[in-house]
């Protein structure tokens, strides 16, 4: 007899954040950099969704570039 959880896996690909070309029937680790696989679908942090919305970038990138423009500036 199936569990709950063996059958809402099924069917599910799991993926290397790192090296999308590993992909399981089950969770596990990544056999080239032993990260642990995550389900085909999931996101993988905000710099991605940054790459995918230019304007999210330039919203999170321009207060550090300030700043850093502002240092460099005032520095004698």
Request: with cysteine; hydrophobic share 45%.
């Amino acid at each position: 007899m199936e569990t709950e959880t063996q059958s809402q896996n099924a069917g599910k690909v799991y993926l290397c954040p790192m090296h999308r070309e590993v992909r399981q029937p089950n969770s596990g680790k990544c056999p080239k950099c032993h990260m642990y696989l995550v389900p085909e679908g999931t996101r993988f942090g905000m710099l991605r969704s940054m790459v995918k919305s230019p304007l999210k970038l330039f919203i999170m990138a321009a207060p550090m570039v300030a700043i850093i423009v502002a240092i460099m500036i005032l520095m004698p």
